[in-house]
């Protein structure tokens, strides 16, 4: 981990906050709107504070932009780059964005931190590897 305190910051209209939860994760969470001002700010201070695992809380997200969206993307691209793994919590005016900008649910999304925190710590089931037919 990055990190054993809690550290946060304060961007334009929104709030950060990143706190290690467990060994594979660090929950960053972000609280008021998530806009062009401030989108790739929050998205560059989600992975320099992620550790092996990052959970993006965004339960307390009031609005949230494309900007946002693809600052989302840009952080999905930066953690495949470092092989670290992700989830995001979305609030209600995440979740109609992704509905719209993300359709076919590409983006790694978990129902509640718990939930979260269970995927990235290996509790769920294994993905089968598919392996190519013998000639």
């Not at 910051?9 to 998530?34: D, K, M, N, Y």
């Not at 700010?41 to 550790?51: E, K, P, R, Y």
């Not at 930066?78 to 359709?103: G, H, M």
């Amino acid at each position: 981990m990055s990190s054993t305190l809690t550290q946060s910051a304060i961007c334009h209209t929104a709030r950060f906050q990143a706190a290690p939860r467990s060994p594979s994760a660090t929950v960053v969470s972000a609280h008021g709107e998530l806009d062009a001002v401030n989108a790739q700010q929050f998205a560059d201070f989600a992975v320099s504070h992620a550790g092996c695992g990052l959970i993006l809380d965004l339960i307390e997200v009031e609005f949230f932009s494309t900007a946002g969206f693809s600052a989302l993307h840009t952080l999905n691209v930066r953690c495949a780059e470092a092989d670290l793994e992700w989830t995001l919590v979305p609030s209600a005016a995440v979740r109609r964005l992704l509905q719209i900008c993300d359709p076919d649910a590409t983006l790694p999304t978990s129902e509640t931190v718990a939930a979260a925190l269970d995927t990235l710590g290996g509790q769920t089931q294994p993905l089968l590897q598919l392996v190519a037919e013998a000639s």
